[in-house]
């Protein structure tokens, strides 16, 4: 072990947090924790909801094209060009943006966990051509990634999350890899190395939940980029014609930007709002399993 | 001296491992893209409404896509290492002359971004650790937050409500305003006016994420030993902040800029299509949609290439920032 001082460093060192606190606790303790728990909630709780809530396609006709918000309280944020109902499509846009947020970053986590874990604890050639393999990933443009992949398939809520789960597995390998690679070392493991466990228990029983914590704070903020990259997706018309998402409220909304903004601005703060509550939750969570930054 | 030869150990390192790397990228692309349904004689028949089996054959023979896949991707690396980077069978030229008409213009974009995000980011960063859990802390984190959280293109829509359409200060679109024949001045000023919007609107995001890192570096910083030390000479505090903290806590800031150098560009993609900005990203989206893969093949492995030139310079920065950094 070589005393390196930079703070890369001293980031990378394995953190095995002890949580003593449990969630209510974590709640109390930390408002802004509790707030983005509490928003998504809310969000998760319109989008189940949304069928008995707005019964009926949110893509139907329903009133006077273009009323502004508040003007005609049957459809109290307003109607696009088509007069379809603003909040009803916000509302089933909930759905869209959860399914394929927590989907995608599922799928980024699963293939990250395992490049990273099977590359850090095996080393050797096979680590270095995984090395390779996850570079080769992160010098192309995600975004432009899930592009042509959605292109090779078709417009669908589980294209589009596989398409965005590809694109953003490679951090997850990254950080998965250098926790096996410091975790490997340890005491437990050469206990469970001389117990005769096989590898594959060592990997997914000992090690895995070890590195897990710094992966869970990384995957709530996974959730918010996969919710922004689909936003964009369905912005540049690549998603499902037959669903409302935010995304696809934003630009069709672009049209009337210079008239009726408010078809922009209110899908963009539905997004916003979401995705500032995933990333609050993931500050929460950053903070518990790095103690360091709790004193402060 | 040893910092002349260091950088060139660094940039002989790069260059020898970025080779492989490129043709993983091109073989990796070329056999992705052969997954796509349809293809570019598929396009130009629907475009032209009308098209025989025939015509069809020839489109595809002209441009070899009647070949078998192992001899498509042969004759593209071919060709490549002849510095070629094919032909387009929907713009009816070829793919480098096309490139090279929006690079410019994305590499424009991305630079300023680049450097706004970065600039910006560090400030706040430093102000915010150096105001830690103080109010001014507390404002600056909920304005970075907004700028994690929000769709940047988003946001650029938002900007674009306000400074063309209420206030009208700055166009809303294109590069420079069409058939105005400026010069010197009134052609940079024009130039910056429609470049402001759209570099703001890709820089947000990443303006967050180095404001956040540079505050949590920094305040990791604060906590070491060399610090109490420079303290302890009674150095002030605004010389230990600047040169001590701060000068430290650029190395992750910087390696986070190299990494995030690909989103940078993805990003691209959609604020040029907001502002109607000719660059490569565009590009990239009109040749996914007419199944022009030469195109698309060239935008991969150019902005590839960007992303790791823009690496090299990173490491080289981090060797000056850090001595200790040698090329391994």
Same mark, same amino acid.
């Given at each position: 072990m070589s005393l390196d001082t930079t703070p890369s460093a001293v980031a990378a060192a394995p953190v095995i947090p002890k949580?003593?606190?449990g969630l209510p606790a974590l709640l109390i303790g930390n408002p802004t924790f509790a707030f983005g728990v509490l928003i998504l909630a809310v969000v998760f709780l319109l989008a189940i909801t949304a069928g008995w809530l707005f019964?009926? *396609?949110?893509? *139907?006709? @329903? /009133?006077?094209?273009?009323l502004w918000p508040f003007q005609d309280m049957a459809y109290p944020l307003g109607t696009d060009s088509l007069g379809r109902d603003v909040a009803s499509g916000l509302v089933y846009g909930a759905r869209v943006s959860l399914i394929i947020g927590f989907s995608a970053a599922a799928i980024g986590l699963a293939i990250g966990t395992l490049v990273g874990a099977i590359g850090g604890y095996y080393g050797g050639i096979f680590d270095n051509i995984l090395v390779r393999f996850t570079e080769l990933f992160q010098t192309v443009p995600p975004f432009l990634l899930a592009v042509v992949i959605v292109a090779i398939g078709e417009p669908s809520l589980s294209v589009m999350a596989i398409a965005i789960g590809i694109a953003s597995w490679p951090q997850i390998a990254r950080l998965v890899r250098a926790q096996f690679r410091s975790l490997k070392e340890q005491d437990f493991v050469m206990a469970a190395r001389g117990l005769g466990y096989s590898n594959a228990r060592i990997i997914f029983i000992e090690i895995l939940p070890n590195a897990l914590p710094p992966v869970l704070v990384t995957a709530s903020v996974m959730v918010a980029g996969a919710i922004l990259t689909e936003t964009g997706l369905s912005f540049l018309?690549? /998603? *499902?014609?037959n669903l409302v998402s935010w995304g696809s409220m934003i630009g069709e909304g672009r049209d009337q930007?210079?008239?009726?903004w408010f078809l922009t601005a209110l899908p963009g703060l539905a997004t916003a709002i979401t995705v500032l509550a995933l990333n609050l939750i993931g500050d929460g969570l950053n903070e518990v399993f790095n103690p360091r930054m709790r004193q402060r | 001296m040893r910092l002349v030869s260091r950088t060139g150990r660094t940039v002989v390192r790069t260059l020898i491992q970025a080779v492989p790397t490129v043709i993983g990228i091109v073989v990796l692309n070329f056999l992705l893209l052969k997954? @796509?349904?349809?293809d570019a004689a598929d396009v130009i028949a629907g475009e032209s409404g009308s098209a025989t089996a025939q015509s069809m054959a020839a489109i595809r023979h002209r441009f070899g896509l009647d070949q078998p896949i192992i001899v498509q991707l042969g004759n593209y690396l071919y060709h490549l290492a002849h510095f070629s980077l094919g032909y387009s069978p929907r713009y009816n030229t070829s793919v480098a002359s096309l490139i090279m008409a929006r690079l410019p213009f994305t590499l424009l974009l991305m630079f300023s971004a680049f450097v706004l995000s970065l600039a910006i980011g560090i400030f706040f960063g430093a102000m915010m650790s150096f105001f830690a859990r103080r109010w001014p802390d507390r404002l600056m984190s909920v304005l970075v937050l907004i700028f994690y959280s929000a769709p940047g293109f988003w946001l650029g829509l938002m900007a674009i409500v306000l400074f063309? @359409?209420?206030?009208?200060?700055?166009?809303?679109?294109?590069a420079s305003t069409i058939g105005a024949n400026y010069h010197g001045w009134q052609f940079l000023a024009d130039h910056l006016s429609h470049l402001i919007l759209p570099s703001f609107s890709l820089a947000f995001f990443f303006i967050a994420v180095y404001a956040r890192l540079t505050r949590s570096a920094m305040l990791e910083v604060e906590r070491q030993d060399f610090i109490r030390t420079a303290q302890a000479k009674g150095l002030r505090d605004w010389t230990i902040q600047t040169k001590h903290v701060l000068g430290n806590a650029l190395i992750p800031v910087t390696t986070m800029a190299g990494l995030n150098l690909g989103h940078l560009l993805g990003g691209a993609i959609v604020v040029e299509t907001v502002f109607g900005w000719p660059g490569m990203g565009r590009l990239a989206l009109d040749a996914v949609m007419s199944r022009d893969f030469n195109v698309l093949l060239g935008v991969l492995l150019l902005s590839s290439f960007v992303v790791i030139v823009v690496n090299v310079i990173v490491d080289l920065l981090h060797a000056w920032l850090d001595p200790r950094i040698e090329a391994e």
């Amino acid at each position: 072990m070589s005393l390196d001082t930079t703070p890369s460093a001293v980031a990378a060192a394995p953190v095995i947090p002890k949580v003593r606190r449990g969630l209510p606790a974590l709640l109390i303790g930390n408002p802004t924790f509790a707030f983005g728990v509490l928003i998504l909630a809310v969000v998760f709780l319109l989008a189940i909801t949304a069928g008995w809530l707005f019964p009926g *396609d949110p893509q *139907d006709m @329903v /009133g006077m094209p273009l009323l502004w918000p508040f003007q005609d309280m049957a459809y109290p944020l307003g109607t696009d060009s088509l007069g379809r109902d603003v909040a009803s499509g916000l509302v089933y846009g909930a759905r869209v943006s959860l399914i394929i947020g927590f989907s995608a970053a599922a799928i980024g986590l699963a293939i990250g966990t395992l490049v990273g874990a099977i590359g850090g604890y095996y080393g050797g050639i096979f680590d270095n051509i995984l090395v390779r393999f996850t570079e080769l990933f992160q010098t192309v443009p995600p975004f432009l990634l899930a592009v042509v992949i959605v292109a090779i398939g078709e417009p669908s809520l589980s294209v589009m999350a596989i398409a965005i789960g590809i694109a953003s597995w490679p951090q997850i390998a990254r950080l998965v890899r250098a926790q096996f690679r410091s975790l490997k070392e340890q005491d437990f493991v050469m206990a469970a190395r001389g117990l005769g466990y096989s590898n594959a228990r060592i990997i997914f029983i000992e090690i895995l939940p070890n590195a897990l914590p710094p992966v869970l704070v990384t995957a709530s903020v996974m959730v918010a980029g996969a919710i922004l990259t689909e936003t964009g997706l369905s912005f540049l018309n690549m /998603g *499902d014609p037959n669903l409302v998402s935010w995304g696809s409220m934003i630009g069709e909304g672009r049209d009337q930007l210079r008239t009726a903004w408010f078809l922009t601005a209110l899908p963009g703060l539905a997004t916003a709002i979401t995705v500032l509550a995933l990333n609050l939750i993931g500050d929460g969570l950053n903070e518990v399993f790095n103690p360091r930054m709790r004193q402060r | 001296m040893r910092l002349v030869s260091r950088t060139g150990r660094t940039v002989v390192r790069t260059l020898i491992q970025a080779v492989p790397t490129v043709i993983g990228i091109v073989v990796l692309n070329f056999l992705l893209l052969k997954l @796509v349904p349809g293809d570019a004689a598929d396009v130009i028949a629907g475009e032209s409404g009308s098209a025989t089996a025939q015509s069809m054959a020839a489109i595809r023979h002209r441009f070899g896509l009647d070949q078998p896949i192992i001899v498509q991707l042969g004759n593209y690396l071919y060709h490549l290492a002849h510095f070629s980077l094919g032909y387009s069978p929907r713009y009816n030229t070829s793919v480098a002359s096309l490139i090279m008409a929006r690079l410019p213009f994305t590499l424009l974009l991305m630079f300023s971004a680049f450097v706004l995000s970065l600039a910006i980011g560090i400030f706040f960063g430093a102000m915010m650790s150096f105001f830690a859990r103080r109010w001014p802390d507390r404002l600056m984190s909920v304005l970075v937050l907004i700028f994690y959280s929000a769709p940047g293109f988003w946001l650029g829509l938002m900007a674009i409500v306000l400074f063309s @359409v209420k206030l009208g200060w700055l166009p809303s679109s294109g590069a420079s305003t069409i058939g105005a024949n400026y010069h010197g001045w009134q052609f940079l000023a024009d130039h910056l006016s429609h470049l402001i919007l759209p570099s703001f609107s890709l820089a947000f995001f990443f303006i967050a994420v180095y404001a956040r890192l540079t505050r949590s570096a920094m305040l990791e910083v604060e906590r070491q030993d060399f610090i109490r030390t420079a303290q302890a000479k009674g150095l002030r505090d605004w010389t230990i902040q600047t040169k001590h903290v701060l000068g430290n806590a650029l190395i992750p800031v910087t390696t986070m800029a190299g990494l995030n150098l690909g989103h940078l560009l993805g990003g691209a993609i959609v604020v040029e299509t907001v502002f109607g900005w000719p660059g490569m990203g565009r590009l990239a989206l009109d040749a996914v949609m007419s199944r022009d893969f030469n195109v698309l093949l060239g935008v991969l492995l150019l902005s590839s290439f960007v992303v790791i030139v823009v690496n090299v310079i990173v490491d080289l920065l981090h060797a000056w920032l850090d001595p200790r950094i040698e090329a391994e």
